[in-house]
């Protein structure tokens, strides 16, 4: 049953309502702290951390060649998720937690199943805090459907709570942000609910405007809630009491327009803001990748033709995948797709490599410290070289790639037909 919202007595004890005169203004009812989990040797959330960084400072890229060490299918259908929201896997404590049909438990040593629950609906992105995961489910299209976030034990399996995403339409579930008591779900058509953790009951919510949406995430040094909403928004991550009365989402301190549209998740890092873009139109190549200061500031800009993929960042090293229009193919556009680091703190290049396959990708690359992976829809995993630009290995799989993690010395997987591969040297 979907969770509808209420006002908690917390809230009101936070709006000075209860048992007190004390004016509702100025008073703050979110002063915890908030974990982004940039330094944690897990993978907590679909990339990586509340920041999208897609780097985990502590994994071993894999260098050589790779082996499958374990497949499992995850969902049924030949090409389910070409171009449907895919499961992301999560990675806690030696147990990697997935969606697809049902919600997966499975361990990381040998890939057996621990649990597997509610086979018959589809669950896609996922993320982990403190013993629950938060995972999403839709039923109908992408189109036209309805979305929940679930709240589910990590042990067991057991749903604790689920509500539904109050999308009118493209309802389409990305995977959920946890910050501090708050989980936030968010559909592509740009609404963003923000639920409390203990029992799911929704706290506020931006309506959205419609079109592909950005996540809310938290900056790792602010402690900042950034969304898109036509543009981008900066918003305080506390409450004043009586914003929280009225369930109004929080002020918003800053508003900025990127240079032309943004097409991926934004990532934070390193007090920076990075907004991936795409062209006016798709044959063109007047597409940039900004990056924004913490105040709205903008630092620099990167030509990157019809559009880029979100970045993958660790340390002063940002990988993008650019994909430049070059003509036709029958109906669709043929696209040059390039490997680019930058210097994440001015945007300077300092290498590129051209992929082969001419059609587009939506994995964001992640990255360790030695290795940066690419998927294509090619169904190829690329790793290259973080230093250098040289390309490591290519492994082709059976379908295109449509999420990655990385853990240790191992890679995971997942395809569009379904299918949970983990790699390891």
């Not at 703050?28 to 959330?45: E, G, K, V």
């Not at 990988?319 to 040059?336: F, K, P, S, W």
Request: with cysteine; charged share 20%.
């Amino acid at each position: 049953m979907t969770t509808e919202p209420k006002i908690h007595r917390r809230q009101l004890l936070a709006a000075g309502v209860v048992g007190t005169s004390s004016s509702l203004s100025g008073c703050l009812s979110n002063d915890q702290t908030i974990s982004t989990y940039a330094d944690s040797s897990d993978w907590r959330f679909a990339y990586h951390d509340t920041g999208h960084s897609g780097y985990n400072p502590a994994a071993s890229g894999i260098t050589d060649e790779p082996q499958i060490r374990f497949e499992r299918s995850i969902a049924d259908g030949s090409d389910r998720y070409r171009y449907d929201l895919p499961p992301t896997p999560i990675v806690v404590d030696g147990v990697l937690y997935i969606g697809g049909d049902g919600v997966h438990a499975i361990d990381t040593d040998d890939g057996r199943t621990l649990w597997h629950v509610d086979e018959d609906t589809s669950y896609h992105g996922s993320a982990m805090v403190g013993g629950t995961v938060y995972i999403t489910s839709r039923s109908g299209t992408r189109n036209d459907g309805t979305s929940f976030v679930h709240a589910v034990d990590a042990d067991s399996g057991q749903e604790q709570w689920q509500t539904e995403i109050t999308a009118d339409n493209r309802p389409g579930p990305y995977p959920p942000i946890v910050a501090g008591s708050t989980v936030y779900g968010h559909a592509e058509s740009g609404v963003v609910q923000a639920l409390s953790s203990d029992d799911g009951a929704t706290e506020w919510t931006v309506d959205g405007w419609g079109s592909l949406n950005i996540s809310p995430i938290v900056t790792f040094d602010t402690e900042t809630l950034y969304h898109y909403e036509e543009r981008i928004k900066a918003r305080e991550s506390g409450q004043s009491g009586i914003r929280t009365l009225l369930r109004q989402p929080p002020a918003v301190i800053w508003e900025q327009s990127p240079p032309g549209s943004t097409s991926g998740w934004l990532t934070v890092r390193n007090e920076t803001l990075y907004a991936p873009g795409e062209a006016s139109a798709h044959r063109y190549n007047d597409g940039q990748m900004s990056a924004h200061g913490t105040d709205g500031s903008e630092k620099w800009t990167y030509d990157i033709g019809a559009r880029s993929s979100p970045p993958a960042i660790a340390g002063e090293s940002l990988y993008i995948v650019t994909l430049r229009a070059d003509g036709r193919i029958g109906h669709n556009y043929r696209y040059e797709p390039t490997v680019v680091a930058l210097d994440a703190t001015d945007g300077t290049e300092r290498w590129t490599q051209t992929l082969e396959d001419p059609r587009p990708t939506d994995a964001q690359p992640i990255v360790t410290d030695d290795v940066v992976y690419i998927g294509n829809v090619g169904k190829e995993v690329h790793a290259f070289d973080t230093e250098s630009g040289e390309q490591r290995w290519s492994y082709t799989l059976d379908s295109p790639v449509r999420s990655l993690a990385t853990v240790g010395n191992d890679l995971y997987v997942v395809t569009a037909a379904g299918m949970l591969y983990a790699l390891s040297s």
